[in-house]
């Protein structure tokens, strides 16, 4: 037992350490975190959290950030619920080819796939908008959620099913009233799992935005002047993309622990 | 579960498909288009076959990007496999903490990538950074990632350590609450050594998520490049230079769409052969 404990104390301080280093850089300026060492922070200023809060083109690419996230978890839970229920309760023809081939989509190496990627989404009148970033990652999120959800619906016993339809369900009241609120804890995860990859993707967030929908990672990378870096405004925009995320969790933790227990695993 | 054999079930899945296929098939083609051709300009391009592939499959610097690359995904996989199954069974299994450790686990994972390559210069920089001055004032080694190439190497490979283990405790985690507690009792009564209880009970039921983390590392790690590109620039020399960053190279830097397309369409098909034989292997070992 003990030893199970330390080798967890040694994990969790790893996984801390570097995530303390961010807070403590957010909380000095550039000029201090540069001057020196310190294992904690020297002229604490709130400075940088500040400018990220007050000026419109900071905290304008947390809401761009926050809307295609949102849009794209949403649109992916919907595309994917029906789609993971045929995965899990029928054969068809080509149904092990179509599941392979949804995978294959994670598996293309962006740099060059950005071009034709721009092409086709200004063909549309898309780029810069919302929308546009939504729907490109569904490109990744999709495959994942079909394959998440498809796990937990096999947890779910057939019987199920047939009585529903035997009592006169039809197929959209049983899926809608039966069927989602017992994969719930399914569907907060693959949720999690969503909100996480799109929240974190850049090449095609940059690429398919110019001003408006600008994502907020790719708003980090140009506190680059002559200067070099600003170290601190970095960090402390850092530790606020954790923030909208860690909320998430805090919403599904339930359904990691629990809800996962219906899975079928 | 015996499935039903029901053809009408493709209508549930065609809201997929076409979302897929949108951002899909027409990026494909075009990009199968630019690796056959040579383009001067618009407007201005010339058929060539294979030319490409041929020239792409015999460049050495490839073959050392391939290497390291494979390497790496190797190392990888097998650092954040086990310590990410070992940390899931440690983990606890009731009460308020196991919360705590859940939004804990994932808050590397929320960083966008570019950002994990910042933060790590700092922290791994020998003058100001806490894990370089430990290294170099505390356990006194040489060590600065910004001109060794072994030391960029591992940096790059313990910040992947750092950022994606979590994922495999999580998945493997969730995986493990599934089991209901009359397998654990039924192994108590038969005396089984913990040994006997991860091999026969835990690993076969952990099987699906391992799936999903196995193939999930593999991919993202073989297309790895915001973070080394951030932390290293591919430096010292070429050292971490791994194959997606030779291609944007290729593809941004020099301009050399045809090459770039080329190398393209053969990453790809790397990744779906190891893939595959994953996915293959998983199945028919559980089977």
Known sequence: MSKRRLGLIIYFTFLLLPLYWMFVMSLQTTESILGGFSLWPRDITLANYTKIFTDQSWYSGYINSIIYVSMNTVISLLAALPAAYAFSRYSFIGDKHMFFWLLTNRMAPPAVFLLPFFQLYSTFGLIDTHIAVAIAHCLFNVPLAVWILEGFMSGIPREIDETAYLDGYSFPRFFLTVFIPLIRAGIGVTAFFCFMFSWVELLLARTLTTTSAKPIAAIMTRTQSAAGLDWGLLAAAGILTIVPGALVVYFVRNYMTKGFALGRV | ?287
């Open chain 2, 1 to 287: 579960m015996n499935k039903i054999q029901n053809n009408k079930a493709w209508l549930l899945v065609i809201p997929v498909f076409v979302i897929v296929a949108f951002s899909a098939i027409i990026p494909l083609m075009t990009v199968v288009n630019y690796s056959v051709q040579d383009i001067f300009g618009p407007g201005q391009r010339v058929f060539i076959g294979t030319e490409w592939f041929k020239e792409v499959l015999l460049d050495e610097r490839l073959h050392d990007a391939l290497w390291r690359q494979l390497l790496f995904s190797a190392l990888v996989l097998l650092i954040e496999i086990p310590l990410g199954i070992l940390i899931a069974l440690a983990l606890p299994t009731r009460g308020w903490s196991v919360s705590l450790f859940l939004i804990i686990l994932a808050l590397p994972l929320l960083i966008p990538w570019n950002v994990i390559g910042f933060i790590w210069i700092v922290f791994a920089r020998p003058d100001i950074g806490l894990a370089g001055k430990t290294i170099n004032d505390l356990l006194s080694i040489d060590y600065n990632f910004t001109s060794n190439a072994f030391d960029a190497w591992i940096t790059v490979l313990i910040m992947d350590v750092w950022h994606w283990t979590p994922l495999v405790v999580l998945l493997c985690y969730a995986g493990l609450r599934a089991i209901p507690d009359a397998y654990y009792q039924a192994a108590s009564i038969d005396g089984a050594s913990k040994w006997a209880v991860f091999r026969y009970i835990q690993l076969p039921k952990m099987r699906e998520v391992l799936t999903i983390a196995v193939l999930l590392r593999f991919m993202d790690s073989f297309l790895i490049y915001a973070e080394p590109f951030v932390l290293t620039g591919g430096g010292p020399g070429n050292s971490t230079t791994f194959l997606s960053q030779f291609l944007t190279k290729m593809a941004i830097g020099q301009f050399d769409l045809g090459p770039a397309a080329a190398f393209s369409l053969i990453y790809f098909l790397i990744v779906l052969l190891f893939s595959w034989l994953f996915y293959t292997a998983i199945t028919h070992i559980s089977q």
